[in-house]
């Protein structure tokens, strides 16, 4: 089965939004040619559900699910088999294989989480595809690090997925309306456009939070606005935010957004922005931070240093080219 997940450019610039890249909605794939016109269609990727972790690689062994003795043995397996693979040419794309993800994988499916052929399925779930990942030869170390945080998306994706599914829009058909999807989608990227373009050039860090009553989902990355107006941040992040401020419109949550870091003209910022359910407006950044979870205040904390938490600009007063 090929995984539906590659990496994708870390650069794009401040456009409009797409019509309706919000993982709510569904995407169609057309193919203006005939299929019989079509080349050969390339090799199957091979496909590796790879342990990140020494904690989750204990996990497993205590469960009966590896042969390893230890996780550097197993580590060392895995970078003799990603050199044999790329040395053959063939491309590789891996998936953070995590205990906890499988048993509620075999919980949902009524599989048995010890068969290896549960373990086959998990990791080749097509519903996770933003959880795959294109080894592109880098230290495993890295490649590993890409893998958790295709994870910790991958988790994140899901849970806005359920917390749309289960509205009463979505009751009839399982999905909820696209139109009122494209339309929430359109708000937030619109507002997210215009909390970027009145930054301005700089390197700063972002938090997106929505707060639904079972507790905060939230969303953060590094990006870089360089004075060409290109943003330079991972595919896979952006359009975590934006699937993020999506759904915070169409259900109407509230939510926040805090940018820090460097402003080249600016210096040192912190710019807070508070989700009524309808819109942002200008919010003490350290209000926002207090709405925020331990392991997102921690992660933006390193650029909080030497910045005054101040309210965000008003998004209204931002032009748009």
């Known amino acids: 089965m090929a995984a539906r997940h590659a990496r994708t ?3 794009t610039r401040l456009a409009a939004p797409a019509p309706s890249p919000c993982r709510g ?19 199957a990727p091979t496909l590796l559900g790879v342990i990140t972790s020494w904690a989750d690689f204990e996990g497993l062994r205590r469960d009966g699910g590896t042969e390893y003795a230890s996780f550097a043995d197993y580590l060392r397996d895995l970078e003799e088999l990603l050199d044999e693979l790329s040395a053959a040419g063939g491309v590789v794309r891996g998936r953070a294989f995590h205990p906890g993800d499988l048993v509620d994988y075999c919980e949902r499916w009524g599989l048995s989480p010890a068969d290896p052929e549960s373990h086959t399925a998990y990791t080749a779930d097509p519903a996770a595809d933003v ?39 979505a009751a009839l058909t399982g999905t909820f309306p696209q139109e009122l999807l494209r339309h929430a989608y359109e708000q ?18 972002l938090v997106c939070s929505v707060r639904p009553p079972e507790g905060p989902v939230e969303a953060w990355a590094d990006l870089l606005l360089d004075r060409d107006s290109v943003l330079r941040i991972e595919e896979a992040d952006l359009d975590l935010f934006c699937s993020l401020l999506c759904t915070a419109h169409a259900l109407g949550l509230p939510g926040g957004v805090l940018l820090s870091g460097h402003c080249d003209e600016r210096g040192s910022v912190a710019w807070g922005w ?35 938490a101040e309210p965000g600009f008003a998004l209204d007063e931002i032009a748009l080219e």
Request: proline content about 7%; overall charge positive; hydrophobic content about 40%.
């Open 274 to 308: 508070a989700f009524d359910g309808s819109g942002y407006a200008p919010s003490n950044a350290a209000d926002v931070l207090l709405d925020l979870s331990a392991s997102a205040t921690s992660w933006i904390a390193v650029c909080l240093s030497g910045a005054s």
């Open 25 to 43: 909605v569904s995407r169609r794939h057309e193919d203006s040619r005939s299929r019989r016109c079509a080349p050969p269609a390339a090799p």
């Open 131 to 169: 959880e795959w990942v294109t080894y592109e030869e880098e230290p495993l170390p890295e490649f590993l690090g890409r893998l958790i945080r295709a994870r910790e998306r991958g988790l994140v994706h899901r849970r806005l997925e359920r917390m749309l599914a289960e509205t009463a829009e």
């Open 9 to 11: 450019r870390p650069t």
């Open 188 to 205: 937030g990227a619109e507002a997210l456009r215009r909390m970027l373009v009145g930054a301005g050039p700089g390197r700063f860090r």
